[in-house]
């Protein structure tokens, strides 16, 4: 399985205020996505990369920014957050067949 | 329209019995894939079983299989001789399309999950 980690698991933090998100991975697979998952919703698809700094938009994109400087690391950017993007975000990565690996999950709460 | 439609947000089944969760799907694409993930209380997202739209078979991943009926673009999930530890929520997924390339990241759409309860 391909290794892929997020951080931080849990946060916190005030309205109003920049908020990043980290996904990283350690098997060089291209393809990256973020989530987000709220009840009633399943999981919906923020931002996603397709290579070192190329990346594009998905479903819920409004008020988030991501970048991606290295293969390794996807990082999510909440520019100012809102208390609707209280929510469970979940990277994942594209393996090298068919399956898609997600990492453990950020809950973070907009207060 | 909603690509991925589970209908049932929560299912109950008696230990050992067999459960069926539903999916149906919408795409107009010829090649695509429907996945099964399983995420218990702990949060994390365990895939459980894959079914491509050329595969003839029914795909099966020990007790779990999937019963594909194409023309009924459903994808339900069969998971036999349930065990306390299946109490979790389930998603089904679809990837559209073929191969990767720039800018098409083929990227998994979700259902909204249903939530499964084994009763002892």
């Known amino acids: 399985d391909a290794g892929i980690t997020q951080s931080p698991r849990h946060k916190v933090t005030e309205t109003g205020t920049p908020v990043t998100l980290r996904c990283h991975q350690t098997?060089?697979?291209?393809?990256m996505y973020w989530y987000r998952q709220d009840p009633g919703h399943g999981l919906r698809l923020i931002h996603y990369?397709?290579?070192?700094?190329?990346?594009d938009k998905g479903e819920v994109s409004d008020g988030y920014s991501v970048s991606r400087s290295k293969t390794e690391d996807f990082l999510l950017t909440l520019e100012s957050a809102t208390s609707s993007q209280t929510s469970v975000y979940f990277c994942a990565i594209k393996g090298s067949n068919y399956g898609y690996t997600f990492g453990s999950g950020t809950r973070l709460t907009v207060v | 329209a909603q690509k991925i439609t589970q209908t049932q947000p929560g299912m109950f089944v008696q230990e050992k019995e067999a459960v069926t969760l539903d999916c149906t799907y919408d795409?107009?694409?010829?090649?695509?894939?429907l996945f099964w993930y399983k995420q218990p209380s702990s949060g994390e997202m365990i895939f459980l079983i894959y079914q491509g739209s050329y595969d003839e078979q029914n795909a099966t991943e020990g007790r779990y299989s999937l019963n594909f009926q194409k023309a009924r673009k459903s994808a339900n999930l069969v998971i036999s001789a349930s065990q306390l530890g299946d109490s979790a929520m389930y998603f089904c997924a679809m990837r559209e399309g073929q191969g990767f390339s720039s800018g098409s990241a083929r990227q998994l759409t979700f259902g909204s999950g249903t939530q499964l309860t084994v009763l002892p």
């Open positions: 795409t107009s694409d010829q090649s695509y894939g």
């Open positions: 990369s397709y290579g070192v700094k190329d990346t």
């Open positions: 098997e060089n697979h291209r393809y």
